[in-house]
């Protein structure tokens, strides 16, 4: 045994593993030994940079941009002694292509043995990899043996984990399949620029059942030695191309993209020899190929490439299918009024069938036919756009990445009851109401790491005079076309009108509008949802129905104006008298319900008959000088086991009743001989 093999010369392994969501959080760490430095909080603006940190950063965030897994290093501790540890970031994918997260793997192993190493990699790997929900196999295409699967490889062949590592490529993919493999390895590893490959696999399963899968195939570093050859991640993400139509059944579906950009994408199916493309480049040259329509037919759409340029397309073609490398050209093309277009292509991705035959190619174009006029089309743009920034009834603002405005139009200024050059240099943030400050702050950081377009509805800002203005934002990340540097332009539009007119009209919804006590509707909703919670709990719960004696008399005698007066003025009585937990609703006319939710009737009749004497205290008056006073009978029901919305509602109702036939002016408690207060 060697002397870095003996126990004593072996330094304590470390290990830390962190799952990172798409908005940069950590939902989770799990780490083993000590040494390790706390995990980077990405989402603090706050935390200090060191090289470590940065390089942690940009992994993960290379891993987000990319969806290729991401290997690196990192160095830790003094100069005399420094330990490196391996750095990787695994992209985490849903069976629908959907990106879900990065798993962050820092590993470091002291002197510990090869043989000690390469095992508890393989351990580590495990921990990783099962964290995904498709199937993930590590295939070394030039040994062609398989390095590494995770357990949902294991359930979707009916082999065991221990079968796998280390299995030939033959048993799982076949002698044609591992052909395959190598040839694609080949020309990725040859292109060198991290493409993903798209290919439909037939993988044989225990039982001899060949199953085929869409997969995405990755060039990784996954080897524990600096100059080890990569080897290749195969994903088994869903079933296979269908025949007849080329689109993947049950699982992700490359069109999809067409329907979601609204740029010139356009995509070749090679299985129905159709073309495909998105709507805006459906406008330019015709909707036979836009998501839903039949798709162009390849030579009715090479007939409109320039004479002899067509060639070049197919050449350039046939030369990416052959190499594996994409391409960028330019062509002319016709469009549907007949002038020659200039566009420029550059390939986007290339999707195989379980043969290694193309079944789609993808690829973006840009209208490129104004460029000799591109000066003059510039400052006729530039022109335009101050008009709109300047005219536009809509707040915009342009910021830089830190939030800083750069550029306020007069509508915003307005909106904000400020000036134009008083906004400019400031953080917009710094006008917002406190609860929302910190939310816009890291508004930028958050489109720099997670996404181009944020939208942050009703937003509360206060003007210098104290008013408060509500405001709607949408913020998109930009860049200049001259030097790519990125800014940020922020659309603001004043909602506090409609928020005022939504909330009055949710409240008249809800509420008498004219007593501002819940309306009928509520009541019996609330009023039922207790019950229930009494019943099932156990608990007590009581409700009482109130009615204001001869209310009739009053409208007669003293006009509908004073009897509004004086309903609204009993609502307000009894919210003095209840708890805030208690709801007073109005039941219809002068007759009044409250909920007492958690009351036994001594609590409710407590409550009621301070309300009643508070209302026979109460003098009205009219607009004549003419003053009265008048009286309420209130009855409460309590809740039993067999109480439900009705029996309560009709149990209340008959003390009310019977506190009205014994003269009014009372609180009863219904039961079978009424008691009287």
């Known amino acids: 045994m060697s002397t870095s093999d003996t126990p004593a010369a072996r330094t304590e392994s470390h290990r830390f593993v962190a799952y990172v969501s798409p908005e940069r959080r950590?939902?989770?760490?799990?780490?083993?030994?000590?040494?390790?430095?706390?995990?980077?909080?990405?989402?603090?603006?706050?935390?200090?940079?060191?090289?470590?940190?940065?390089?942690?950063?940009?992994?993960?965030?290379?891993?987000?941009?990319?969806?290729?897994?991401?290997?690196?290093?990192?160095?830790?501790?003094?100069?005399?002694?420094?330990?490196?540890?391996?750095?990787?970031?695994?992209?985490?994918?849903?069976?629908?292509?959907?990106?879900?997260?990065?798993?962050?793997?820092?590993?470091?192993?002291?002197?510990?043995?090869?043989?000690?190493?390469?095992?508890?990699?393989?351990?580590?790997?495990?921990?990783?990899?099962?964290?995904?929900?498709?199937?993930?196999?590590?295939?070394?295409?030039?040994?062609?043996?398989?390095?590494?699967?995770?357990r949902r490889v294991a359930q979707q062949t009916g082999y065991s984990l221990k079968e796998l590592e280390g299995m030939g490529g033959e048993t799982l993919f076949g002698e044609k399949g591992t052909r395959l493999l190598r040839s694609i390895y080949q020309r990725m590893t040859t292109a060198g620029d991290g493409m993903i490959w798209g290919q439909m696999l037939e993988v044989r399963s225990r039982s001899g059942v060949a199953e085929r899968y869409f997969s995405s195939l990755r060039i990784i570093a996954a080897a524990p030695e600096a100059d080890a050859p990569p080897v290749m991640l195969v994903s088994l993400d869903a079933a296979e191309l269908d025949a007849i139509t080329g689109s993947v059944r049950d699982g992700p579906n490359p069109r999809f993209v067409?329907?979601?950009?609204?740029?010139?994408?356009?995509?070749?199916?090679?299985?129905?020899?159709?073309?495909?493309?998105?709507?805006?480049?459906?406008?330019?040259?015709?909707?036979?190929?836009?998501?839903?329509?039949?798709?162009?037919?390849?030579?009715?759409?090479?007939?409109?490439?320039?004479?002899?340029?067509?060639?070049?397309?197919?050449?350039?073609?046939?030369?990416?299918?052959?190499?594996?490398?994409?391409?960028?050209?330019?062509?002319?093309?016709?469009?549907?009024?007949?002038?020659?277009?200039?566009?420029?292509?550059?390939?986007?991705?290339?999707?195989?069938?379980?043969?290694?035959?193309?079944?789609?190619?993808?690829?973006?174009?840009?209208?490129?036919?104004?460029?000799?006029?591109?000066?003059?089309?510039?400052?006729?743009?530039?022109?335009?756009?101050?008009?709109?920034?300047?005219?536009?009834?809509?707040?915009?603002?342009?910021?830089?990445?830190?939030?800083?405005?750069?550029?306020?139009?007069?509508?915003?200024?307005?909106?904000?009851?400020?000036?134009?050059?008083?906004?400019?240099?400031?953080?917009?943030?710094?006008f917002a109401h406190e609860d929302y400050r910190q939310e816009m702050r890291d508004s930028p950081y958050r489109l720099l790491r997670g996404g181009r377009r944020e939208s942050m509805p009703e937003r509360l800002f206060i003007r210098p005079d104290g008013r408060e203005v509500w405001i709607t934002l949408t913020a998109t990340l930009s860049r200049h076309i001259s030097d790519g540097a990125r800014y940020v332009i922020v659309m603001a539009e004043d909602v506090t009108a409609s928020r005022a007119n939504r909330v009055k009209l949710q409240y008249e919804a809800t509420h008498d509008v004219m007593t501002g006590a819940w309306n009928r509707w509520v009541l019996l909703e609330r009023l039922d949802q207790h019950i229930h919670l009494a019943v099932r709990h156990r608990q007590p719960m009581t409700f009482c129905m109130c009615d204001l004696d001869n209310f009739k008399l009053v409208n007669n005698t003293y006009g509908h104006q004073a009897g509004d007066g004086v309903l609204s003025r009993f609502v307000e009585i009894l919210s003095e008298a209840v708890r805030e937990t208690d709801i007073v609703g109005r039941y219809g006319g002068e007759e009044f319900g409250i909920v007492f939710p958690a009351t036994d009737k001594n609590g409710a009749l407590h409550s009621l008959t301070r309300a009643a004497d508070m209302l026979r205290q109460e003098q009205f008056s009219t607009g004549d000088g003419r003053r009265f006073t008048v009286t309420a009978t209130f009855g409460i029901a309590g809740v039993s086991d067999g109480s439900d919305l009705r029996s309560v509602v009709a149990s209340a109702d008959e003390a009310l009743y019977a506190g009205k036939q014994a003269g009014r002016d009372r609180v009863v408690l219904a039961n079978d001989e009424y008691a009287w207060f």
């Not at 290997?71 to 990787?88: A, H, V």
């Not at 020659?340 to 991705?349: P, S």
């Open 26 to 150: 950590i939902l989770w760490t799990e780490s083993t030994g000590a040494g390790l430095p706390p995990p980077v909080d990405f989402t603090d603006p706050d935390a200090p940079s060191t090289p470590q940190v940065e390089t942690v950063r940009n992994l993960v965030d290379a891993a987000f941009s990319t969806r290729v897994p991401q290997c690196g290093s990192i160095s830790f501790g003094e100069n005399g002694d420094r330990q490196t540890y391996s750095l990787k970031a695994f992209p985490d994918f849903s069976p629908n292509g959907q990106l879900k997260g990065v798993i962050q793997v820092v590993e470091g192993r002291g002197n510990a043995s090869r043989t000690t190493i390469i095992s508890a990699r393989n351990r580590e790997i495990h921990s990783v990899l099962d964290l995904t929900l498709c199937g993930i196999i590590l295939y070394d295409p030039v040994a062609g043996r398989i390095q590494n699967v995770n």
């Open 258 to 430: 067409l329907e979601a950009m609204q740029d010139g994408l356009w995509e070749y199916d090679a299985i129905n020899r159709t073309m495909h493309y998105s709507e805006t480049y459906g406008q330019i040259f015709g909707p036979d190929g836009v998501p839903g329509g039949p798709g162009k037919p390849v030579d009715e759409w090479l007939d409109e490439v320039y004479p002899g340029e067509s060639q070049n397309i197919l050449h350039n073609w046939r030369q990416l299918l052959k190499v594996g490398v994409r391409y960028r050209m330019n062509y002319r093309i016709r469009d549907r009024n007949g002038a020659w277009r200039w566009i420029i292509t550059t390939i986007h991705a290339i999707l195989n069938d379980s043969h290694g035959r193309p079944a789609r190619v993808l690829g973006f174009h840009m209208d490129i036919s104004d460029a000799m006029q591109a000066e003059a089309r510039l400052i006729d743009t530039e022109e335009r756009f101050r008009t709109v920034f300047d005219n536009a009834g809509m707040g915009i603002a342009v910021s830089d990445t830190e939030g800083r405005l750069e550029q306020v139009n007069p509508a915003l200024a307005i909106m904000l009851g400020r000036d134009q050059a008083e906004l400019r240099g400031m953080w917009l943030s710094r």
